[in-house]
């Protein structure tokens, strides 16, 4: 995974067939995704569950890109080398997750994947103030995590003070929640270099038809 600051349209597989998601990676990837991101969720951290190592582990040989992974999940820590092993290249996890966000991040860089922070909307950008060194990605989160679908939360300058806060550091900004054409570009104009996107990459879309997913990136992208 070499660095660049170009913009990367991330469809999150939440919005997906869930009964599918081999063909549908396939789908989004050929569309023009650039990463696949993928929302672990525990029912305790967030207010929903989806699934967890074996289901990445599952999908991994049908991703050509980038296998990025979203760990809405407390405690973390035990299932880093899982996630790791079922073939992660990033691993985020959050900030409010637990009181040593530090050594997580410490723990998925050991375990060979690039290390995530994100940042839920009530969180400010000094939060990571102190986690660059070991960070290579922050996620600043635009909607309460748990769900696809919600409304987007603005946030933007959260994301002009990251930027600064990170200079010519090679982390990336990622943007997670209600990203659609509409709110893409004050993002990207603030720094964001990876937007996720679900419901409006997904909307109106199919493994039959998939050309709507390439015309729903395209719009975001540009
Ligand atoms: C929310 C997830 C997001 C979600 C985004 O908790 O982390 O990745 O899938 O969905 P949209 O783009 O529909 O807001
Ligand atoms: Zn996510």
């Not at 050929?30 to 951290?45: E, K, L, N, P, T």
């Not at 760990?71 to 290249?89: N, Y």
């Not at 070991?134 to 409304?151: E, I, W, Y």
């Amino acid at each position: 995974m070499s660095f660049d600051r170009t913009v990367k349209i991330a469809p999150s597989i939440l919005a997906a067939d869930f009964a599918n998601f081999g063909a549908e990676i396939c789908a989004v990837e050929s569309q023009g995704a650039d990463w696949i991101h993928v929302d672990v969720m525990d029912g305790h951290f967030v207010p929903n569950v989806t699934f967890g190592p074996s289901t990445c582990a599952a999908i991994r040989p049908h991703i050509q890109t980038v296998m990025d992974v979203h760990l809405m999940i407390s405690p973390v820590d035990q299932f880093i080398e899982a996630f790791a092993e079922a073939g992660s290249d990033v691993i985020t996890a959050h900030v409010e997750a637990g009181p040593h966000i530090h050594r997580t991040l410490q723990a998925i860089r050991a375990n060979g994947a690039k290390a995530g922070v994100a940042l839920n909307p009530g969180t400010p950008a000094s939060a990571v103030a102190h986690l660059l060194d070991v960070a290579d990605l922050v996620c600043v989160m635009t909607v309460n995590p748990g769900f696809g679908g919600q409304s987007f939360i603005p946030l933007e300058s959260k994301v002009a003070e990251l930027l600064a806060m990170i200079g010519d550091r090679p982390i990336h900004i990622e943007i997670d929640g209600g990203v659609t054409p509409e709110t893409a570009p004050g993002l990207v104009a603030a720094g964001a270099d990876v937007l996720v996107a679900g419901s409006a990459v997904f909307e109106g879309g199919s493994v039959e038809n998939p050309a709507p997913y390439g015309r729903n990136i395209r719009k975001i992208r540009s």
